[in-house]
């Protein structure tokens, strides 16, 4: 029943011989760089921001990536033990985007982007978290769209990355917040000279 509504939706998605290649293009430049704005945010988060609220922002960088760290371990971990096949793989549809036929259960991507989101909505502020919800569920249609994944494979991705913040939260109550001391301590010895000409926050 899930493997004909998973061929349903793709089929329903997926980009067709019909289909206008301004779409295909737009999906590619979606699929391929869109993931860029999720680190790049909160790279920045950790760098500026206002003196009172860095000491969360940092927090939450910390989180997410033990976020991202669990996730892509429990995905990789599912696709070695229990390997699905890409559409492309079984003659479904037709791949318009490079790619490998590694197993596609969850998606990685998915999975990324989806952490972020829920790190945003859980550490950060919900709004943040709303707004990134937006270019998320981009990636995730631009890549069933073109062919490489399938439906179900970023619902499980989404399911994932809310297990992996969980987890994470878990981990940094039990002790796992004591990294971002050294961490920051770290950051200032490296950008010393540009925290002090205030272009970074210490």
């Not at 791949?95 to 972020?116: K, W, Y």
């Not at 829920?118 to 073109?146: C, D, E, H, N, Q």
């Not at 990355?161 to 878990?170: D, K, M, R, T």
Request: one cysteine or more.
């Amino acid at each position: 029943m899930l493997e004909q509504l998973n061929l349903d939706l793709f089929n329903l998605i997926t980009a067709t011989s019909e289909s206008a290649s301004g779409i295909i293009a737009l999906a590619t430049v979606v699929a391929k760089r869109m993931i860029l704005i999720f680190p790049l945010f909160t790279v920045a988060c950790w760098f500026w921001g206002a003196p009172q609220n860095m000491m969360r922002q940092r927090a939450f960088a910390c989180k997410t990536a033990y976020a991202l760290v669990i996730g892509l371990t429990i995905s990789w971990l599912i696709g070695y033990l229990a390997p699905h096949d890409r559409p492309f793989v079984m003659g479904v549809g037709q791949a318009l985007l490079d790619h490998e036929p590694t197993p596609s259960f969850p998606s990685n991507h998915g999975t990324i982007v989806f952490t972020f989101v829920f790190a945003f909505l859980f550490w950060l502020r919900t709004w943040v978290g709303m707004v990134f919800m937006i270019p998320a569920i981009a990636i995730a249609w631009s890549r069933i769209y073109l062919g490489v994944h399938w439906p179900l494979d970023m619902v499980g991705a989404f399911i994932l990355a809310a297990i992996a913040c969980g987890i994470s939260q878990l981990i940094w109550s039990l002790g796992g917040h004591k990294i971002q001391q050294p961490i920051t301590q770290l950051y200032e010895r490296i950008f010393g000279s540009l925290i002090r000409k205030g272009w970074m926050q210490p």
